[in-house]
């Protein structure tokens, strides 16, 4: 079963940016379409970011414009671009596949903390 490792997050200052990955074990499995996820506390898990198995993507409004996602299949990972960061961005990020039936086990995920 493919694994996934996500990565990338950290403390930043409101305004600011960061770039995350998602490297997946299976050499096919990112090939699926994909989807970034986040988690804050006490709120549940919601998708933000989804590219298609032909590249076309979607965000959730709260991060149009600001968040882009990217595949990177010789390196099976996938990337989440994020710019002008809000404290309400402040989450656990994860990566899967977009389609339930297609989801592997999630990952630790990375945390991404937004805050002066």
């Known amino acids: 079963q493919p694994q996934l490792v996500e990565s990338g997050g950290g403390l930043v200052q409101p305004g600011g940016s960061l770039r995350l990955s998602c490297a997946a074990s299976g050499s096919r499995f990112i090939s699926n379409a994909m989807a970034w996820y986040r988690q804050a506390p006490g709120k549940q898990r919601e998708m933000v970011a989804r590219?298609?198995?032909?590249?076309?993507?979607n965000y959730a409004d709260s991060v149009k414009g600001r968040f882009t996602i990217s595949r990177d299949n010789a390196k099976n990972t996938v990337y989440l671009q994020m710019n002008s960061l809000k404290p309400e961005d402040t989450a656990v990020y994860y990566c899967n596949a977009l389609l339930i039936t297609l989801q592997t086990d999630w990952g630790q995920g990375t945390q991404v903390t937004v805050s002066s």
């Open positions: 590219i298609t198995g032909g590249g076309s993507t």
